[in-house]
Every structure is written in structure tokens, then in C-alpha cells.
């Protein structure tokens, strides 16, 4: 079958490098891809939100299925417009509806899917401008530190996290009447604090059966130890060694089920990832946030570590019988280091010409922000390259990602070194 995965960075890169090696897979796209989604598809130079160019692509290309990588697509509502017309409803998407994915593009339509279905979050309440005044007397009555979240898609800069009252007041009068993120903060929701340490689950769904994929751990900070500012995220392990067995049954009974029970209830068909950002608080788990696709860079641990012919589950997805199919997980623990522009996540140039890469073919590089310009891959994004390896357990995985990134080098490179410190 011929297959398009939708997208530009690490994430697609994995996924494409996956279902390569699947016996199904015929001819593999990425679209719009990057340097290293084009040594095993050929990237397509289209927009993720240009669906009429997307649907051009399909059409040209005769692609069976269709793998949405990032989330805006899916909130802008792709697989609805594969749907709605006649010439592509007969092909596969992976990747929720609209209505579905507003778990992801609204914080308040998350909340109250939770609510509803008694899944463990923090305690919330929302405001818009008209409820401004609420909205502080709420802070005032509220205990420090203050969390503010933005309620629409704000490339993860929606969560302010604010110890002082005063500030607190402050920012959600921003948000709310001066637009400080866009159109994403008209609404404002409100949460408990909650304090612990925060982990990645993934869940594939067909919209009835459902398996839970390896849990990851990511480091957002762009410093070591945790400091600094957010980024996309610099680097992630799989499996989380604080998730027990015992852990893992609490998220299972009192998180996942309901959640796949939940969008059944609520008449929300779901063909894709459910990816569910939980904080361990004590013993218990509660969400953070719903995602409606898989995690950058959780994904560079988390597919690497599954033994199936990946492909062949997706088709179990689309074909509503992944009841069918069993996972097989590879024991080893995975480490992914990611390597950053100089300056990211504030400023940063792009173009800086990447050598080292020839000499470690066959280990697992993922690009993120790279380009191929004639004979040389150059950077092109903030986050650039994704190094993957397998160990006994994550300290020798993350090691082995140092020895590899070693022998890269391109003008400001800069990574994390104490991926996993915490653990
Ligand atoms: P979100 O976009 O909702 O995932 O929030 C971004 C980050 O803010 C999370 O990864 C957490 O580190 C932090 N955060 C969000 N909500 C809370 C909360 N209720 N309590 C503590 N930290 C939070
Ligand atoms: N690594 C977090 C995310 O993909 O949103």
C-alpha cells in the first residue's frame, strides 16, 4: 500500500522510518518531510494545513493511508475533509475528527471530558473577559503557585505557572483582554497546582479496542537540571523506571479506560493516538492534558521499541480490528538526545551545514529541522537532530546517544547532557 505521513520533524521522520520496513509498504510520502524523512520516503513540498494540495498528493500518488503526525491538522479537522469527499473518503487517516481532537485544541473542552467521565485531573475553573473579575476573585481565594492556561493551541507557551498574586491578576488580565497568545487565550482555565513527577503516556486507538504503547519520560527545559526555558523538548526516555507495575494498573483502570470508554459515550469516533500527559502526585496518577497525536521527541523512544510490523497495526486501526493484534515490545530501555540550534528556544539562525552524519549510518539519527541543499544537509529548525539508542537501561542508552552525537558537528550545537538525571 502506498502511505503519506503528514509533517516535517523527528516525529515523522520515526514514523516514516518505521513503516518502511513494514512488507506492506509500497511507496512511503512525507509531507512536507525533511532531510531525513527523504533517504525512505519522498517528501512532498505541501503545507500540513493545506488539504486541498494534501488531497492533490493522495489522489496523484494513490495513497491507501494517511499518518497525521502533528496536531494542527487534526484540530483544523483533516480527517473530516477526507470524509466529506467523495474521491478520498475511502482512505485511511490515523488521526482523530475535529470534534475529537478538541482534546487537544481546547483545555476547557478537555476539562469538562474529564469531569464528565471521572478521570483524575486537577480541580479548574474557566473565564473569558466578560468573567474577569470572577476570574481574579477565583486567584484571590486560590492558594500559590497560580496555573494559567490558555485555552486554545499556543505551541505549548499557553501554561503560565505564577507564584505571586499580583502577577497572577496581571497575566490573566493579558490574556484575556490583550490577546497575549492570540485567539488561544479568549478563554482562560484555571488549575490546581499539582506537585510531582510528570510522565507520557500513549495510547492507540480504533475508536473501541485500544493498546497502550511504551510510556516516556521528556525534558522540556532547554537547561540542565531542568532549568531554563521551555522548549519543544530536548530528549526523552522509555520506559519510565518509576512506573510500576501496580502504577501502571492506576493509570490503566482509572485513566485510559475511561477515557476510551469516555469517547465512546460521548459519540466522538477516534482512529489514532491518544496521548495523555500525566503527573504522578504521591501513588496517584492524574492528566495533565490530552494530546491527540504522538509526543516530540516521545515518539524517538517510544516506536523504536515496538517490534511489530507497525504498519500493519495502523491498518488494524483503520480497519476497527486492533483487537487483533498483540504488541511485542522490546525490553531494552530507549534514550533520545536531542541536538538544538545555538540560541534555541529564543532566537536562532538556520542553514548551518551539518558533517559527521555519513559515517553513522544505520544508528538511529531522526531529523527534526534539517534540509537537504545539494550535497549537504543543513539545519532548519530550532530542534535538529534526534539520537536514539537502545541500552540494558536508560543511563547506557543516553551514553551510547553522547558517543554518536560526539562525532556530529555543525556551528552552535548545543544538547542537553544529563538526559535521564532525575530517574
Ligand atoms: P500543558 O500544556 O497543559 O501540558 O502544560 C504544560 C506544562 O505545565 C506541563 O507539562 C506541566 O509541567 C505544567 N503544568 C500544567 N498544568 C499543571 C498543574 N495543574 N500543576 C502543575 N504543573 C502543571
Ligand atoms: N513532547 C511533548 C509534546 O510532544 O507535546
Not at 7 to 26: A, F, M, N, P, V
Not at 240 to 266: A, H, N, R, S, W
Amino acid at each position: 500500500m502506498n502511505v503519506l505521513v503528514i509533517g516535517g520533524g523527528g516525529r515523522e521522520h520515526t514514523l516514516c522510518w518505521k513503516i518502511k520496513q513494514s512488507k506492506d509498504c509500497d511507496q512511503l510520502f512525507a509531507a512536507p518531510g525533511n532531510a531525513g524523512t527523504a533517504s525512505c520516503a519522498t517528501n512532498l513540498p505541501i503545507d500540513v494545513n493545506d488539504f486541498e494540495g494534501i488531497k492533490k498528493a493522495v489522489l496523484a500518488h494513490d495513497i491507501q493511508l494517511v499518518i497525521v503526525g502533528p496536531e494542527d491538522p487534526l484540530v483544523n479537522g483533516i480527517h473530516d475533509f477526507f470524509l466529506k469527499d467523495p474521491l478520498l473518503s475511502s482512505v485511511g487517516v490515523i488521526g482523530p475528527q475535529k470534534e475529537a481532537a478538541t482534546l487537544e485544541g481546547s483545555k476547557a473542552y478537555a476539562k469538562a471530558f474529564m469531569m464528565r467521565h471521572n478521570i483524575p485531573t486537577a480541580a479548574y475553573a474557566e473565564f473569558t473577559s466578560e468573567t474577569l473579575a470572577e476570574g481574579e476573585a477565583f486567584l484571590e481565594q486560590s492558594n500559590p503557585p497560580y496555573v494559567l492556561k490558555a485555552d486554545g493551541l499556543a505551541a505549548g507557551k499557553g501554561v503560565l505557572i505564577i507564584d505571586d498574586l499580583e502577577t497572577a491578576k496581571r497575566e490573566l488580565g493579558e490574556m484575556l483582554l490583550e490577546s497575549k497568545f492570540g485567539a488561544a487565550s479568549k478563554k482562560v482555565v484555571i488549575e490546581e497546582f499539582l506537585a510531582g513527577i510528570e510522565l507520557s503516556c500513549f495510547v492507540l486507538t480504533d475508536g473501541s479496542s485500544y493498546l497502550t504503547l511504551p510510556m516516556a519520560k521528556d525534558y522540556k527545559r532547554i537547561g540542565e537540571g531542568d532549568t531554563g526555558l521551555n522548549t519543544g523538548g530536548m530528549g526523552a526516555i522509555s520506559p519510565v523506571p518509576f512506573v510500576t507495575e501496580e502504577f501502571k494498573e492506576k493509570i490503566e483502570t482509572q485513566i485510559i479506560k475511561p477515557t476510551i470508554e469516555g469517547l465512546k459515550k460521548d459519540n466522538l469516533p477516534f482512529k489514532g493516538f491518544v496521548f495523555i500527559g500525566l503527573i504522578k502526585v504521591g501513588e496517584e496518577p492524574k492528566v495533565i492534558e490530552y494530546n491527540v497525536r504522538m509526543g516530540d521527541p516521545e515518539t524517538e523512544v517510544v516506536i523504536p521499541r515496538i517490534k511489530n510490523d507497525f504498519l500493519a497495526i495502523l491498518k488494524a486501526v483503520n480497519e476497527e480490528r486492533l483487537d487483533t493484534v498483540t504488541l511485542e515490545i522490546d525490553s531494552s530501555a530507549a534514550a533520545t538526545v536531542m541536538a538544538v540550534s545555538g540560541g534555541y528556544p529564543e532566537a536562532y539562525e538556520k542553514g548551518k551545514t551539518i558533517s559527521g552524519l555519513k559515517q553513522l549510518d544505520g544508528k538511529m539519527i531522526f531529523h527534526a529541522g534539517t534540509k537537504q541543499e545539494g550535497d549537504s544537509i543543513k539545519t532548519s529548525g530550532g530542534r535538529v537532530l534526534a539520537i536514539t539508542s537502545f541500552g540494558k537501561h536508560h543511563q547506557e542508552a543516553v551514553k551510547s546517544s553522547y558517543e554518536i552525537l560526539s562525532k556530529i558537528k555543525y556551528e552552535g550545537i548545543n544538547y542537553r547532557s544529563d538526559i535521564g538525571f532525575d530517574l
